[in-house]
């Protein structure tokens, strides 16, 4: 007959035995997946496979990238709403999505606050406002550029990866800054914008100064500006636009991870600590750099802060624009 403590201790030891196999899928999943809203090949395509390959082996045995291209990345937001919250599926996006969406359109499919959930900001991303050669050489700062824009008021425009887009919002003020009236021409993305600026067609181009760094040696665009609180560490030659005197022009835009709503503490704390494992990996750091990207992660209270105060920011900032997306 067994005695009290032999009884405790084997019901102890059955306990144990089936908390290991929990544990163990608590820690590592068997797949997991993080969905991008846009094409193989570009920035968020690249961030989303560079992490994942981070992720494969401790954050889930396997870890694959869903591209969900279309709708500017609402697609993508979409998916990840309608999948389960227990850690399987992860969304990297820029912010734009989220911080200025809600002001562009006027009905979105997902509310930014309640159908995401904040895991960790990628990287960094500061504009930069580059001329081609349809501007003479002699131009080499923004005030120039803006004052030969109104002595060639036919020419004064200037190209961005997309209506609605930071870059196209920051062109916009800088034209306001000087009052000069910058006309938007909106691409289908930054490399159209740029073969266009270095073939003479457009004056300028705002966009993410990481897209103009292949072209910089061939010496047929210069970036007069970037976009910054400090210079970037990827064009530091390049002085900022409020070092320029538009001291209220401090933009950029984070991409970030995020979770489905109503994701555990448990399910984000462990995402957060892999993902930002994976983001310090040289070879990561590295290769976004190498893209003009700069890593920077951080916790899901600083990107559910950083979220709520861009939401905050753009919302006047659209409307005095009095741009929208559903025009």
């Not at 990207?293 to 990107?303: C, D, G, K, Q, T």
Request: contains cysteine.
């Amino acid at each position: 007959m067994q005695t009290r403590r032999q009884l405790i201790s084997q019901m102890a030891w059955g306990l144990a035995a089936t908390a290991v196999p929990f544990a163990a899928r608590a820690n590592t999943l068997e797949s997991a997946k993080i969905i991008a809203g846009f094409a193989p090949g570009g920035t968020i395509d690249t961030e989303a496979r560079r992490v994942a390959a981070r992720l494969t082996g401790s954050y889930a045995k396997a870890v694959i990238v869903d591209n969900r291209p279309g709708a500017g990345g609402q697609i993508a937001i979409s998916a990840l709403k309608a999948s389960p919250a227990d850690g399987t599926t992860l969304l990297v996006t820029p912010m734009s999505m989220l911080g200025i969406y809600p002001h562009t359109y006027k009905k979105l499919p997902y509310d930014p606050l309640v159908d995401l959930t904040p895991v960790s900001t990628a990287v960094q991303v500061d504009m930069g406002f580059a001329v081609g050669p349809l501007v003479p050489a002699s131009v080499t700062t923004i005030p120039e550029f803006l004052a030969w824009c109104n002595a060639n008021p036919t020419q004064a425009n200037f190209g961005s990866p997309a209506p609605g887009s930071v870059p196209h919002f920051v062109g916009v003020l800088i034209g306001r800054a000087g009052k000069v009236d910058l006309r938007h021409i909106g691409f289908r993305g930054t490399q159209p914008a740029i073969m266009d600026l270095v073939g003479g067609q457009i004056a300028a181009v705002s966009a993410p100064v990481g897209e103009f760094l292949p072209h910089l040696p061939g010496g047929k665009l210069r970036i007069l500006a970037t976009s910054g609180a400090t210079r970037s560490k990827f064009v530091p030659q390049v002085a900022t636009l409020a070092e320029q005197g538009y001291k209220s022009l401090v933009y950029g835009e984070w991409h970030g991870f995020f979770l489905p709503g109503k994701a555990s503490a448990a399910v984000v704390n462990q995402a957060n600590a892999e993902i930002r494992k994976a983001l310090g990996a040289k070879e990561v750091v590295d290769g976004l750099a190498a893209m003009g990207l700069e890593v920077r992660a951080s916790s899901p209270e600083e990107l559910a802060a950083a979220l709520k105060a861009d939401l905050e920011r753009w919302g006047p900032i659209v409307k005095s624009i009095g741009f929208t997306a559903d025009a």
